[in-house]
């Protein structure tokens, strides 16, 4: 069974890079086609997908996003990160990863505010 933990700050505050880390045990993120997202949801709000990094490290986002948005990994740990630049408090939300297998990490909420 694959388990997912999400870590980073619970509080970034506006105009701040939001930063946040997934540490995967159990598959090794680099498994061939395997694919590891980031997906949140805001309060009183529905779930949004962010971006994916897949096998190969390539990756893809979320348009709505407007290009704020990083996935990177770090294969040596079998972790992948997710960075959001230029925050502000609509990026306020519970941030999940996950494996497109259905398999996802417990969230971590992330308040954007001064």
């Known amino acids: 069974q694959v388990r997912l933990q999400e870590s980073g700050p619970g509080l970034v505050t506006p105009s701040q890079t939001l930063s946040l880390t997934c540490t995967v045990a159990g598959e090794s993120i680099s498994t061939p086609y395997s694919n590891w997202m980031w997906i949140r949801q805001p309060p009183r709000k529905g779930l949004e997908w962010i971006g994916v990094?897949?096998?190969?490290?390539?990756?893809s986002y979320n348009p709505s996003l407007n290009g704020r948005t990083s996935i990177s990994r770090d294969t040596s740990k079998n972790q992948f990160t997710l960075q959001l630049i230029t925050v502000t408090p609509e990026d306020t939300a519970q941030y999940y990863c996950?494996?497109?297998?259905?398999?996802w990490g417990k969230g971590t909420l992330v308040t954007v505010s001064s």
């Open positions: 990094i897949h096998d190969t490290g390539s990756t």
């Open positions: 996950a494996r497109d297998n259905g398999d």
